[in-house]
């Protein structure tokens, strides 16, 4: 086996939820550059964003923790400098590190001001060896971005044109400056599209309009949500296509520049987007169009054993950061809780203390936002197809994914499902109990066989 480490980039947008890509059966919308992804590499079509809101997903994201072990706990918090990072164990391994994007983890309040123009100290970047980026900015034709580089800082500046073609292009100046380094590099695209606002280059913003959007089965057919559903899809499937096409310049590029051979891809999101399933839109709910994310691993690395195909592993967020240490056979530091799951890629590396049974969820402090959900809870989906979600002292939702993809039927109040629903609190329970997360999970007599 080639002993070349490989070169690793993260490219994910914000609140692309799993289910829209052409790959994932979508009608609406052409992703050839995913698709081709995903006909050369691994799916993790049940991959969850540990924690449905930007914040606190990418905290989990890039320290391998539960949100909840991070200092990142809600929205605008700021995750602690001190706090080791995928990009030191990276840079520990001899890589070169470099960020282009969204960062959301500084704690700014747009209560205080536009964050696009909140410039992030050098000591909360992450430890990346350079850094472009910005805290948050809801205007992709008006981004603004720093950073520091080669040659120092770099101070604010507005970017020409589209965000999500603005950092790739300079993604792909990074890529030919590492074209003949000799050390490896771990390269990370964060984009704030297809988050909301949702409107994209006139020349993927014509392709759609709001009557020709195909609805999930899920979705109400009340006028106010499905008027308000398809206006935002359209634009949302315009995003999601720009989204693709760069991907389809990072792939030729990396071909052109001879980096195609020793890199590896990993495609994802922080977050879904409801958009109108069960009459609910945005995040931070437990509905599988909030949670569930796109994951897919592909390139030419060698060490990939070329067992194509789909993985039904329950990856999170969480366990992002030590699968893509795995994966270019690195040790996974002991502050990371995530599992690694490089084995799936790599056949030199093996599953460690057997697969998870089951992910949690959280939702830790609500933000209150229109459209949100305005009280904490916590969930578990099970490798068997269960999901269970309770509020506070309170069951809340239970669904058998397998029989009800679309979460039409909630059996959580019924108890014809009693003995399931105890199976399932007393696996959250223990799940919780593992990871320090001290939630108050319901106690009702009615957990027992009537």
Same mark, same amino acid.
């Given at each position: 086996?080639?002993?070349?480490?490989?070169?690793?980039?993260?490219?994910?947008?914000?609140?692309?939820?799993?289910?829209?890509?052409?790959?994932?059966?979508?009608?609406?919308?052409?992703?050839?550059?995913?698709?081709?992804?995903?006909?050369?590499?691994?799916?993790?079509?049940?991959?969850?964003?540990?924690?449905?809101?930007?914040?606190?997903?990418?905290?989990?994201?890039?320290?391998?923790?539960?949100?909840?072990?991070?200092?990142?706990?809600?929205?605008?918090?700021?995750?602690?400098?001190?706090?080791?990072?995928?990009?030191?164990?990276?840079?520990?391994?001899?890589?070169?590190?470099?960020?282009?994007?969204?960062?959301?983890?500084?704690?700014?309040?747009?209560?205080?001001?536009?964050?696009?123009?909140?410039?992030?100290?050098?000591?909360?970047?992450?430890?990346?060896?350079?850094?472009?980026?910005?805290?948050?900015?809801?205007?992709?034709?008006?981004?603004?971005?720093?950073?520091?580089?080669?040659? &120092? #800082?770099? *101070?604010? !500046?507005?970017?020409?044109?589209?965000?999500? +073609?603005?950092?790739? @292009?300079?993604?792909?100046?990074?890529?030919?400056?590492?074209?003949?380094?000799?050390?490896?590099?771990?390269?990370?695209?964060?984009?704030?599209?297809?988050?909301?606002?949702?409107?994209?280059?006139?020349?993927?913003?014509?392709?759609?309009?709001?009557?020709?959007?195909?609805?999930?089965?899920?979705?109400?057919?009340?006028?106010?949500?499905?008027?308000?559903?398809?206006?935002?899809?359209?634009?949302?499937?315009?995003?999601?296509?720009?989204?693709?096409?760069?991907?389809?310049?990072?792939?030729?590029?990396?071909?052109?520049?001879?980096?195609?051979?020793?890199?590896?891809?990993?495609?994802?999101?922080?977050?879904?987007?409801?958009?109108?399933?069960?009459?609910?839109?945005?995040?931070?709910?437990?509905?599988?169009?909030?949670?569930?994310?796109?994951?897919?691993?592909? &390139? #030419?690395? *060698?060490? !990939?054993?070329?067992?194509?195909?789909?993985? +039904?592993?329950?990856? @999170?967020?969480?366990?992002?950061?030590?699968?893509?240490?795995?994966?270019?056979?690195?040790?996974?530091?002991?502050?990371?809780?995530?599992?690694?799951?490089?084995?799936?890629?790599?056949?030199?590396?093996?599953?460690?203390?057997?697969?998870?049974?089951?992910?949690?969820?959280?939702?830790?402090?609500?933000?209150?936002?229109?459209?949100?959900?305005?009280?904490?809870?916590?969930?578990?989906?099970?490798?068997?197809?269960?999901?269970?979600?309770?509020?506070?002292?309170?069951?809340?939702?239970?669904?058998?994914?397998?029989?009800?993809?679309?979460?039409?039927?909630?059996?959580?109040?019924?108890?014809?499902?009693?003995?399931?629903?105890?199976?399932?609190?007393?696996?959250?329970?223990?799940?919780?109990?593992?990871?320090?997360?001290?939630?108050?999970?319901?106690?009702?007599?009615?957990?027992?066989?009537?």
């Amino acid at each position: 086996m080639n002993s070349t480490p490989p070169n690793v980039i993260w490219i994910f947008g914000d609140q692309h939820r799993a289910q829209s890509w052409s790959g994932a059966g979508d009608p609406n919308l052409a992703t050839p550059n995913l698709d081709r992804m995903a006909a050369e590499g691994i799916v993790f079509r049940r991959a969850l964003s540990t924690y449905p809101l930007c914040c606190p997903a990418r905290a989990a994201l890039l320290t391998g923790l539960h949100p909840h072990q991070t200092t990142v706990r809600g929205h605008e918090q700021p995750l602690d400098p001190a706090q080791p990072t995928v990009a030191h164990a990276f840079r520990a391994a001899g890589y070169h590190t470099a960020w282009f994007g969204k960062w959301h983890l500084d704690g700014f309040r747009e209560s205080d001001g536009r964050a696009a123009f909140h410039v992030v100290g050098r000591e909360r970047r992450g430890g990346f060896d350079e850094w472009l980026g910005y805290d948050n900015n809801n205007s992709p034709w008006d981004c603004w971005a720093h950073g520091h580089g080669p040659r &120092g #800082e770099i *101070p604010p !500046y507005h970017l020409d044109g589209y965000e999500t +073609d603005a950092f790739t @292009t300079r993604l792909l100046g990074y890529l030919q400056e590492r074209k003949s380094a000799a050390a490896p590099f771990f390269a990370v695209l964060s984009l704030q599209p297809p988050h909301n606002p949702y409107a994209a280059p006139e020349e993927w913003m014509r392709r759609h309009t709001p009557a020709r959007v195909v609805l999930r089965p899920n979705v109400p057919d009340v006028p106010r949500i499905t008027d308000r559903a398809r206006r935002e899809l359209a634009g949302y499937h315009a995003m999601i296509e720009n989204l693709d096409w760069n991907v389809g310049r990072i792939r030729t590029a990396l071909a052109d520049l001879g980096l195609a051979r020793n890199t590896i891809l990993v495609f994802f999101s922080d977050h879904g987007d409801m958009h109108g399933s069960h009459g609910q839109f945005l995040k931070t709910c437990p509905w599988e169009e909030s949670i569930r994310v796109p994951c897919i691993i592909a &390139g #030419e690395s *060698p060490y !990939y054993d070329r067992r194509q195909g789909v993985c +039904d592993d329950l990856v @999170t967020l969480t366990d992002l950061a030590p699968t893509t240490l795995g994966l270019c056979g690195l040790e996974v530091p002991a502050t990371m809780t995530g599992y690694d799951y490089s084995f799936r890629w790599r056949p030199d590396r093996r599953p460690k203390d057997g697969l998870p049974d089951a992910a949690v969820l959280q939702c830790l402090e609500p933000t209150l936002h229109p459209d949100s959900v305005d009280r904490p809870w916590r969930g578990i989906v099970t490798r068997d197809g269960w999901k269970y979600v309770v509020l506070e002292h309170q069951p809340w939702l239970l669904f058998n994914l397998t029989d009800d993809p679309f979460e039409r039927v909630n059996l959580a109040h019924n108890s014809v499902h009693w003995q399931e629903r105890n199976r399932l609190h007393n696996l959250l329970r223990a799940q919780l109990d593992s990871a320090g997360d001290v939630f108050r999970l319901p106690d009702d007599p009615t957990f027992s066989s009537p």
